[in-house]
């Protein structure tokens, strides 16, 4: 008979979760054991759980199906927390697998006892420790149907180490997955008499609305009602570039989103929600509508948005509208010194196509968004939860996704840092990941929130806090110490011609951009 | 009047508390604002909240005060938890300040926003969130009391952005520090009857009983009754060497305790409990002590454990008795291949007095702890709660607090790469460690439990998953890239002379030792 780890194995191999990522320990190694024998499971070792469950993410983002990811006790998970924080907000679908000591081991408090429920509670929409060998089967099937909504998300399946080593039977087949329900035809009329009402309006879309389908149907809706078309600031994943109606991204500064959302009577939110500040600020708002603007929720995470865009195309009649989409534009390449500016000329001019970004830029990324804008088509992927140290894990786990497709992993110095540890499992499974580091040798944001915050005019010590100029970080040294080729740039003919050369081969690559 | 964030700050310093290790985000912009104002605190920046919560750990166990930390809400926070937890397990003092959004603010539900108590109960034996500046210097005091204990330990204080940035007062003074509790005269006669009666005993030290005067204490108690001298296999600090008394560490391996542990019929714990495994392995038992054999606790972590071993002496009468002392004994140096026996050697004949011993050495480390018995006195730090990744955290923190002392960091390769951005901050503040890497380019405990937890013979799939070799880790050009002196050995003699350079010198280095 086959033993719990294996049972788990096929029967998340049968439900199609066959990609794992996975740092494991000594509870886990019946688990480890088990990958030769369904070879259909194919596992992806990283250094450390931050790119365990990064990688999860960005592979969930990308496939639309989870990945599980094989993680040690509390601390692993707890060293896996920031992006399962991220992704809980990206709605990615993810089957987690936590080791636990054995059910009889626990009551003896040996020094990796926790709470791993307590822990796994705070970044997943299920949560369950299997207890017996005959509940597994059945257990990992209820993760993955939860992981899979709609709408999707994160389970997690807590695997004491015996429940893995007893005989436990046969894997179970997973059922078909669950449909997304369709919107009500009240509410669609409801939100089409708001359109035609004449009243300034917008739709906000997010989710699977930021998809094809669902960008189409809103473009023809917004032409033909005069909406605005808006999308989140850090969605998860927005399919742009030429041939595509391009929302206009609301700011991450809530000074400009409040001048974006001006006089707005009407918003239509689609799988998203009112816009609000991403930190507070004293003496500034939160809640970022203007007073007033009533908020009409057409479909949520649990829908199937597009369907219901589609549906209003229909209830207005737009169905001859045509859409409004972005023509192919380049910018040219910049000469001279590197600036942001020039790192985003050279990405928009050389984008190839159906290429993934994993935008994790942050000050110095802002060029890129719109020197990208006329790509051809092209899917971008954002720090949804605002916990950085995403973008490498994200990078990494969209490459094993779609190995046909190169990956674009756009970091800032300071965001780099959080789970660097990414390079080495890029190497290793040798993926199609070109890495550009904005490396501006600072904070950079905090240097702007702390005069937005209004703090006291910063002095030396402060300062220092957000300075990563003592020592510089050498990108290019830390890359090679992973096995992944690097090189460094310090002006925007390098930076061009590193690019160009990396957009030409594939494996994975490192340029450090010197602002 | 002065923020919360001065208020809070200056009751910190005021209370003995003038270190902070810090990754801050933008909520904790008036803090960092605030720095300025108060120079008596010292901030230590780190790339990764893992440094962060481990560089505090080995600054408490060092300073035997607590260092606060500075995190960024419950992202920032969940990045810290492994290394909160081996702090948990330590007892380690420390103050958590764990910046929040602004009370208001949280209702809007922002990307950022966590359930941060739950994510600090885990590892926290006191957690409040200040609600309004009125309550801050209050709550910095019982937070700071928590920490101190006795019994020590982590205390979180959430800080929302409003209550720091608001007048909030004045700072409050702390309290003079509570004494740990005395041991009842009848729980020290108790245990003197157990050990006069002639049947096979043992003591189990751990805790503050692991200092000097605890530890002559207790071998006067052993030499005095013919009682074994145990302490526990991690420790969160141990002072040895030449000149104190050596007691006898339990084994990691369950097989080999059960032996240092057979036919006792009696164990006294002194700050620590009745020994189990560290994980459940098949077949194996959990609970490592003889049938029969009965507990007897001395002294908890809420006692002065030292003047309860010292009144055991008197009650024994065994004040003229000497205690066994480790005498002098140094090692000779290897020569020819460089294996981890010939690392052990040369930090046992080398290693400085006084010196600290951050030890995350696991399997290639073994040989390092009996070559230096015999070596000048210094003090060994463990992997108190099995997460890795603490070492070169601990080390950082080690010599924040000992700048006198030097510090040597023993990581396995494994291990170091989980925060191995320490690395940058040791650079940054000029510390005196030296880190020692034990590249065996494997997960090589793995290999061991992948036998002993009786999973089937591993194929090259499972052996993939402890495999580090593909591609190689290059410590030097990591450690270069952070800033840090780096060289490789690849003989013994190499290391020899690498090892003894590092030893005469100050600041930061590392070795890598391929073996």
Redesign the interface.
């Known amino acids: 008979m086959m033993n719990g780890a294996q049972v788990l194995i096929r029967t998340l191999v049968g439900a199609g979760v066959d990609v794992c990522f996975?740092n494991?320990?000594?509870?886990e190694?019946?688990f480890?054991?088990?990958?030769?024998?369904v070879?259909a499971m194919r596992?992806v070792?990283a250094?450390?759980e931050?790119v365990v469950t990064g990688a999860a993410d960005g592979y969930g983002r990308m496939a639309d199906r989870p990945a599980a990811t094989l993680l040690h006790l509390?601390?692993?998970l707890?060293?896996g927390?920031?992006n399962l924080?991220?992704a809980m907000?990206a709605r990615t679908p993810m089957v987690n697998v936590i080791g636990d000591?054995?059910t009889?081991?626990k009551q003896?408090?040996?020094?990796?006892e926790?709470?791993i429920e307590?822990?796994a509670?705070?970044v997943s929409r299920f949560v369950r420790t299997t207890q017996t060998p005959a509940a597994l089967a059945g257990d990992a099937l209820a993760a993955i149907a939860a992981a899979n909504g709609p709408p999707s998300g994160i389970a997690s399946l807590i695997l004491p180490?015996?429940v893995s080593?007893l005989p436990a039977g046969e894997p179970a087949a997973a059922p078909p997955r669950k449909p997304a329900e369709p919107v009500a035809a009240s509410t669609i009329d409801a939100v089409a008499r708001v359109l035609r009402s004449g009243k300034p309006a917008a739709l906000l879309l997010n989710g699977g609305a930021l998809r094809e389908r669902g960008l189409l149907a809103a473009s023809r809706v917004a032409q033909h009602t005069g909406a605005k078309l808006l999308c989140d600031t850090?969605p998860a994943r927005l399919e742009r570039g030429a041939g595509l109606p391009a929302p206009e991204r609301l700011n991450y500064l809530a000074e400009l989103t409040t001048a974006q959302l001006k006089d707005l009577a009407h918003l239509v939110v689609v799988e998203s929600r009112a816009p609000?500040?991403?930190?507070?600020y004293?003496e500034k708002p939160?809640?970022l509508l203007p007073a007033g603007c009533e908020v009409h929720e057409l479909a949520s995470p649990a829908h199937d948005s597009s369907a219901a865009l589609e549906q209003l195309v229909e209830a207005l009649g737009a169905g001859a509208t045509p859409p409004q989409l972005q023509p192919t534009q380049r910018p040219e390449l910049a000469s001279g010194a590197l600036t942001a500016e020039a790192v985003g000329r050279a990405i928009g001019a050389l984008l190839p196509e159906h290429a993934i970004v994993a935008d994790e830029g942050n000050t110095a990324g802002v060029f890129t968004g719109w020197l990208t804008a006329g790509a051809p088509p092209h899917s971008w992927l954002c720090l949804?939860?605002?916990?950085i140290?995403q973008g490498m894990p994200l990078a990494t786990g969209a490459a094993v996704a779609c190995p046909e497709r190169k990956v674009i992993s756009l970091e800032a110095d300071?965001s780099a840092?959080?789970t660097?540890?990414a390079l080495?499992t890029q190497?290793?499974e040798a993926l199609d990941v070109t890495t550009v580091v904005l490396s501006n040798r600072s904070y950079a944001?905090?240097n702007m929130?702390?005069g937005?915050?209004?703090?006291?005019p910063?002095?030396?010590?402060?300062l220092?806090?957000?300075d990563?100029s003592?020592?510089?970080?050498?990108?290019?040294?830390?890359?090679?110490?992973?096995?992944v080729n690097a090189a460094r740039a310090q002006t925007a003919d390098e930076f061009n011609r590193l690019f160009q050369v990396a957009m030409s081969e594939r494996g994975p690559q490192l340029i450090e951009a010197v602002l």
């Open positions: 996975a494991p320990g000594t509870s190694m019946h480890v054991a088990a990958l030769d024998a070879p596992a070792l250094l450390f931050g509390g601390p692993g707890g060293n927390m920031a924080h991220n907000r000591h054995a009889y081991h003896y408090d040996a020094p990796l926790s709470d307590g822990y509670r705070l180490a015996d080593w850090f609000v500040s991403f930190f507070a004293p939160s809640y949804t939860g605002g916990a140290g300071g840092m959080y660097v540890q080495w190497a290793r944001i905090l929130e702390l937005r915050v209004g703090a006291t910063p002095g030396p010590r402060a220092s806090m957000l990563l003592r020592p510089t970080l050498d990108f290019v040294s830390i890359a090679r110490g992973m096995g």
